[in-house]
């Protein structure tokens, strides 16, 4: 009967680092009516329509005011090269609280990198020299590395086949939305959905 | 061997009918279940009708999937029913051969949301697409085939609307 609870107890510590992990990539009210999880790839260039067209909307309507939970989620697709290691320079940008300047630069110089493959450049554009060094190590750590492992892992059970995918959550249903989108049609499904 | 050859197209008919029923009838229970919305947001993402006109399709496509699939299932108005789903398969995979060719990363939007167009849902449209162009060509053929049915000894003409009638049972 013992065992259990011991299993339980010494899985407590991961949970709790995953949830820290989880909160330095997410923006909002945790309790907002709304989550929206975003499955995004910092080389595809849909993703980077999304993050540079919609998500100020999103943000400024619905994540600014608390009626939603935006948490980013690493799903780098395996044909785009340096995928992968822009989403480990994310993570551990997170963990220095710089999540959203170096995805906003990431998306910004995507052209550029994605062709040259000077990734951390365009990381290193919107940090410190002191930043800089920790984010280099902090994006080799393990745990860094495993948590664009378990981002990616969550997206497959999620059945995630495509980027930008958004995973809009209120009370527990889940509804996908997939690729490119319509602001004004999301706004009135994010709206209908609130006033349920 | 006629008679053979008669009741291979016939059960032919009746399982293509069968599945093409089923699968309109499941694709608008799919689309029903979840908020209209969605469904407006994979067919705008096609990026081929204006706004007002994707609510109008939002809203009616999946009843009128609906009673096409009940139609098939049930065998009613046979021709017209295998005509409008040949009509709307052959729309349905045009467009996403389209947003294919074209690298549009959205939603498919046939079985309800979280479905990206990809090889597989080509080749899985494209065949429902010739399983209903095949119920079509079969539905305006007698079973046994456009051969002239053999004619009476005496000449007597079998009435035309015998063969055209299309309403043999499936």
Not at chain 1, 10 to 22: G, I, M, Q, R
Not at chain 2, 61 to 85: C, D, K, N, Q, T
Request: proline share 7%; net charge positive.
């Amino acid at each position: 009967m013992r065992l259990p609870v011991y299993l339980l107890l010494s899985l407590l510590p991961c949970l709790v680092s995953a949830a820290e992990v989880d909160r330095a990539k997410a923006f909002g009210n945790p309790s907002a009516p709304l989550t929206i999880e975003l499955f995004s790839d910092f080389q595809c260039p849909s993703c980077r329509a999304l993050h540079m067209q919609q998500l100020p909307s999103i943000m400024r309507d619905y994540v600014t005011p608390g009626k939603a939970y935006l948490i980013y989620k690493e799903f780098p697709l395996p044909m785009h090269q340096h995928a992968r290691e822009a989403a480990a320079y994310a993570c551990a940008s997170a963990r220095i609280g710089k999540y959203e300047q170096v995805a906003d630069a990431l998306f910004q110089s995507q052209p550029v990198w994605e062709e040259k493959g000077n990734v951390f450049q365009a990381v290193a554009s919107v940090l410190s020299p002191a930043d800089q060094k920790k984010v280099q190590t902090l994006a080799k750590d393990p745990s860094v590395l495993s948590e664009v492992e378990r981002d990616m892992q969550e997206g497959q059970l999620e059945r995630v086949n495509q980027t930008p995918t958004m995973l809009i959550i209120r009370n527990g249903k889940k509804y996908p939305i997939g690729g490119m989108l319509n602001y004004d049609l999301l706004k009135r499904f994010l709206d209908e959905l609130i006033s349920k | 061997m006629n008679s053979f050859r008669s009741k291979v197209v016939s059960a032919l008919l009746l399982l293509v009918r069968l599945a093409l029923g089923a699968v309109f009838v499941y694709a608008a229970w799919v689309k029903l279940r979840e908020p209209w919305l969605l469904f407006a947001m994979s067919i705008d993402a096609y990026q081929v009708l204006p706004q007002w006109a994707v609510l109008t399709v939002a809203r009616t496509l999946p009843w009128l999937e609906l009673a096409l699939g009940i139609l098939l299932f049930a065998g009613r108005w046979r021709r017209l029913s295998s005509v409008a789903a040949s009509a709307l398969l052959m729309l349905f995979f045009s467009l996403m051969v389209r947003a294919y060719i074209r690298g549009q990363t959205i939603d498919c939007g046939c079985f309800g949301p979280g479905e990206a167009i990809s090889p597989l849902t080509l080749l899985r449209d494209g065949s429902l697409l010739a399983g209903a162009l095949l119920l079509t060509i079969l539905s305006f053929r007698r079973p046994g085939g456009l051969r002239t049915p053999p004619q009476p000894a005496g000449g007597a003409l079998v009435p035309a609307n015998a063969v055209e009638r299309g309403d043999h049972s499936a």
